[in-house]
């Protein structure tokens, strides 16, 4: 069965950081480029961070030199580090083969408020 597990998130203040985690069941995760959404409410569903099989990542502007996408093979499992949070961060956070798509996972929760 095909699966993706989110975990990591929380409340944070403004300026904080916290590390997300996606493990992945039922695929070679390794052949796959993976990458990290996010959906605020009333907001459409974006993509945050991207990462190649061979590890070359892309960014959405807006967190750009602020959040760290990383893949541990091994694990089944991709990163996303999240520094220097903004309150505009808030979302709930899912992970996703880049394609084809798996069935989005529950996701997890990022709230940023002081």
């Known amino acids: 069965q095909v699966q993706l597990v989110e975990s990591g998130g929380g409340l944070v203040q403004p300026g904080g950081s916290l590390r997300l985690s996606c493990a992945a069941s039922g695929i070679i995760f390794s052949r796959y480029a993976m990458g990290w959404y996010r959906q605020a409410p009333g907001k459409q569903r974006e993509m945050v961070a991207t990462i190649t099989s061979g590890g070359i990542t892309n960014y959405a502007d807006s967190v750009k030199g602020r959040f760290t996408i990383s893949r541990d093979n091994a694990k089944n499992t991709v990163y996303l580090q999240m520094n220097s949070l903004k309150v505009e961060d808030t979302a709930v956070y899912y992970c996703?083969?880049?394609?084809?798509?798996?069935?989005w996972g529950q996701g997890t929760q990022v709230t940023v408020s002081s």
């Open positions: 996703n083969r880049i394609s084809p798509r798996i069935s």
